[in-house]
């Protein structure tokens, strides 16, 4: 495996290009540079230099991020039949009304809340690698780091860490579509809407 550096603004860019839990930075670039996530790796010159990266031996200092949830979810055709669909309480607009990208990360999650007040413990399941994502207090995911700006999630009794770039708040709510019982479809077009 060879190593490259790149720039931050290329590093976000191909972050955001995230579709799936636990997606690779080499997934995602062989899904977009060959527009197939399983294609076998092609035999690649090693004179061969991509536009804007430089090839280097130097260890690249940050990893793409990943979200790990502790169980697969069971994903069903259709939201979960005692409870409600999210997209009952949400509309196009006042998901736009909402502060930033926080603001919505919290609309979003308050709503599958309201949609799933009985399943939504499911939600601590989507973790990180070294935190967790969701709690019952504050005092939770601040034992997991500093600096993680722990906020309550409105209507509910749950916490989220809230410092995550707008990339991994997308993941986290795709995360807990997931696990709440959405479909892949129906929980990217939830984490569409940040």
Known sequence: ???????????HYIASQTQNIGESASE???RLLLGDANAPTPEVPD???????QQTSERVQEQ?????TKSTPERVTEPEVEEGSVFNFINQEEVTTQKGAVGRFLFLLSALHRAHPASFTKVLEVKGRERDYFATSS??????????KPKEIPDSSFWVVTNNNT???KLIINGAALALGYTPEQAEKLRDYI
């Open 1 to 11: 495996m060879k190593n490259i550096q790149i720039e931050e603004d290329l590093y």
């Open 28 to 30: 995602i670039l062989r």
């Open 47 to 53: 004179a061969i230099i991509l536009p804007a990266v």
């Open 64 to 68: 793409a991020p990943e979200v790990v």
């Open 139 to 148: 005092q939770e995911l601040e034992a997991h780091g500093s600096s993680i």
């Open 167 to 169: 990339p991994r708040k």
